[in-house]
T-cell receptor, first 113, second 115 residues
Framework: GENVEQHPSTLSVQEGDSAVIKCTYS??????FPWYKQELGKGPQLIID?????GEKKDQRIAVTLNKTAKHFSLHITETQPEDSAVYFC????????????FGTGTRLQVTL | DTGVSQDPRHKITKRGQNVTFRCDPI?????LYWYRQTLGQGPEFLTY????????KSRLLSDRFSAERPKGSFSTLEIQRTEQGDSAMYLC?????????????FGPGTRLLVL
């Protein structure tokens, strides 16, 4: 089955700096890669996703890049703000089947003033 | 569209008791998923419904766990004879009918503590 590894487990940046979180996956058949943000006591909230036919996707301060050959994808957050502080999860799945998500272990992002 | 809702939000029970959780998906979403999340980990897939049919179950779902989705609307997850190892956040997610749109929207979760 699919295995997703995520690094780093914790990340502290100063407000206004950029943050980068990286994930690798094992199943070459995976073709859908969402990123979720989870705040304390809440369920995961989708922030951006990318399909394998696209190498990069951007939404305001958030971007995701995908390297299918190397089987890794990354989340980039620019101009970080204190409200970006949360736990971020990457995930992978195959579109068209059960589409169950396999998640990474999460990155706790702390944006300091 | 009110989002995915789950009830209860918190449950404390004693070992050996049975518990049942409910999930109401987003209206018109035909796919419904249950995940379990333990402290410091990402969610892990438990089971999946398309309409009322339960199409896949994880090996994590022991015979003490049962899930239903009567009439293809809300779903229930029951844990019988709870054990301390069942303590976790139980998350429900739904995704829409449209082919090729795989986005899963999560509810707030039910946090279970087994004493």
């Amino acid at each position: 089955g699919e295995n997703v590894e995520q690094h780093p487990s914790t990340l502290s940046v100063q407000e206004g700096d950029s943050a980068v979180i990286k994930c690798t996956y094992s199943d070459s058949a995976s073709n859908y890669f969402p990123w979720y943000k989870q705040e304390l006591g809440k369920g995961p909230q989708l922030i951006i996703d990318i399909r394998s036919n696209v190498g990069e996707k951007k939404d305001q301060r958030i971007a995701v890049t995908l390297n299918k050959t190397a089987k890794h994808f990354s989340l980039h957050i620019t101009e970080t703000q204190p409200e970006d502080s949360a736990v971020y999860f990457c995930a992978a799945s195959r579109i068209g089947t059960a589409s169950k998500l396999t998640f990474g272990t999460g990155t706790r992002l702390q944006v300091t003033l | 569209d009110t989002g995915v809702s789950q009830d209860p939000r918190h449950k404390i029970t004693k070992r050996g008791q049975n518990v049942t959780f409910r999930c109401d998906p987003i209206s018109e979403h035909n796919r419904l998923y249950w995940y379990r999340q333990t402290l410091g980990q990402g969610p892990e897939f438990l089971t999946y419904f398309q309409n009322e049919a339960q199409l896949e179950k994880s090996r994590l779902l022991s015979d003490r766990f049962s899930a239903e989705r009567p009439k293809g609307s809300f779903s229930t997850l029951e844990i019988q004879r709870t054990e301390q190892g069942d303590s976790a956040m139980y998350l429900c997610a739904s995704s829409p009918r449209a082919s090729g749109i795989e986005t899963q929207y999560f509810g707030p979760g039910t946090r279970l503590l087994v004493l």
